[in-house]
Nanobody, 114 residues
């Protein structure tokens, strides 16, 4: 499974960004999601979505971020609203494969200016 993330950039605090991640490959996935990482800190799970549409969010982003995608789990999006400086980081999309294992995208940088 290959994942290609896009949509990062620079935004002012309070603004919005939409990240996209395209999934390709011959293996099927059971869920997609996004992590983020700030230098010096552990990678943090942001949001996940299953093929049945079940979503889960980190407490820090619940109510501000929304994860969506298609039922085939070939695309996943992360709509980020009311961005805060602490939301800045490199965002990675990932896929949990049905056959086991996790596949990762290359990361897209989100910068939030205060």
């Amino acid at each position: 499974v290959q994942l290609q993330a896009s949509g990062g950039g620079l935004v002012q605090a309070g603004g919005s960004l939409r990240l996209s991640c395209a999934v390709s490959g011959v293996f099927s996935v059971k869920s997609l999601g996004w992590y983020r990482q700030v230098p010096g800190k552990q990678r943090e799970l942001v949001a996940t979505m299953t093929g049945r549409g079940t979503t889960n969010y980190a407490g820090a982003v619940r109510g501000r971020f929304e994860i969506t995608g298609d039922n085939a789990l070939k695309m996943v999006y992360l709509q980020m609203n009311s961005l805060k400086p602490e939301d800045a980081g490199v965002y990675y999309c990932f896929a949990d494969n049905i056959g086991g294992g996790t596949s990762w995208g290359q990361g897209t940088l989100v910068t939030v200016s205060s």
